[in-house]
């Protein structure tokens, strides 16, 4: 495996033998003193080029990164059938793979941009200014992804959510609906507790702290009983397991709301939780696999 330096030095020499790239940014965890370092780091850079033109008409260009085991270009990727066709952008993107185990996630940005310039991501370590352009950059930080606090709409209106797709996930259970449950359990109140998760770390905190894409950091900010009830959270595709990690959830989620709604003087509808969690042990009641 190419080791950090080797891979810095090639993305370097890159930029400097090419005069359309006028510019090198690395962004991303290797940019964050907060994040362990590991080979599983992405190398996320951004060249500030003249011009995309010549890179459109040479897809090969990027063989020089060396021997890839996969390439996705989410920009031109198109997965959902019911979505329009994607729209050529202002930027190219490559996420490379390599069969020696890095990875470069390489983005491509017109110098003509220049509210990019104007705005760079906190994250954010200048490695080359070929006309200096970019100017004098705070030190990298990651206060781009601290918690931000929301508003009381914003509260109420997750918490509203989070009770009622608690509905569906039951509904599903009693019909024994899986990828239905899952979805609805994974993809939507998932989001919605990790959101009240957050809060709760950042009002704690004074906002001042990140938790990390989708929570990934929770063990680091949560108490040792909260960390073992989030993990209790996660289900298998067993159905009284489901019904345990769904009461789990609502137990959590419950009292993250409460403890965010007191310290940022907000008003929580303690109704709907106890309406909702009423239902749940009915319909609970009422399934044959809930033992």
């Known amino acids: 495996m190419r080791t950090e ?3 810095m030095t090639l993305i370097l020499d890159t930029a400097e033998q090419d005069e359309t790239i006028r510019a090198v940014i690395l962004n991303g965890s290797r940019a964050n003193q907060n ?3 590991d080979t599983f780091q992405d190398f996320d850079i951004v060249y500030a080029v003249e011009s995309l033109e010549p890179y459109r008409h040479n897809p ?3 063989d020089r990164f060396g021997e890839r085991l996969i390439l996705q270009m989410p920009d031109e990727t198109h997965i959902d059938p019911e979505a329009s066709p994607p729209e050529e952008q202002e930027r190219i993107v490559y996420l490379m793979q390599f069969k020696d185990g890095n990875r470069i996630d390489l983005t491509l940005m017109p110098t003509a941009n220049a509210a ?3 705005k760079l991501d906190s994250l954010s370590i200048v490695l080359l200014d070929k006309d200096g352009r970019i100017g004098e950059v705070p030190p990298s930080n990651d206060s781009d992804y601290h918690i931000r606090r929301p ?3 914003v509260f109420r209106d997750n918490c509203n959510e989070f009770w009622w797709i608690c509905l569906n996930i039951a509904k599903g259970l009693r ?6 449950v899952m979805f609805m359990l994974e993809s939507i109140n998932r989001k919605v507790l990790i959101r009240m998760l957050e809060w709760r770390i950042g009002a704690a905190a004074g906002w001042g702290v990140s938790a990390g894409k989708m929570g990934k950091y929770f063990k680091r900010h949560l108490s040792p009983d909260d960390w073992t009830q989030f993990q209790a959270t996660y289900a298998s595709a067993d159905y009284a397991q489901m019904w345990q990690a769904l009461f789990q959830m609502c137990d959590l989620f419950g009292r993250a709301a409460k403890e965010v709604a007191e310290r940022l003087h907000f008003t929580y509808h303690q109704e709907e939780e106890v309406n909702v969690i009423t239902y749940l042990h009915e319909v609970h009641g009422l399934c044959d696999n809930n033992k």
């Open 60 to 62: 090969a260009w990027i």
């Open 175 to 180: 019909r024994e609906e899986l990828s239905y």
């Open 35 to 37: 994040v362990t370092k």
């Open 151 to 153: 508003s009381e709409k």
């Open 116 to 118: 990019y310039y104007q």
């Open 5 to 7: 330096q080797q891979m």
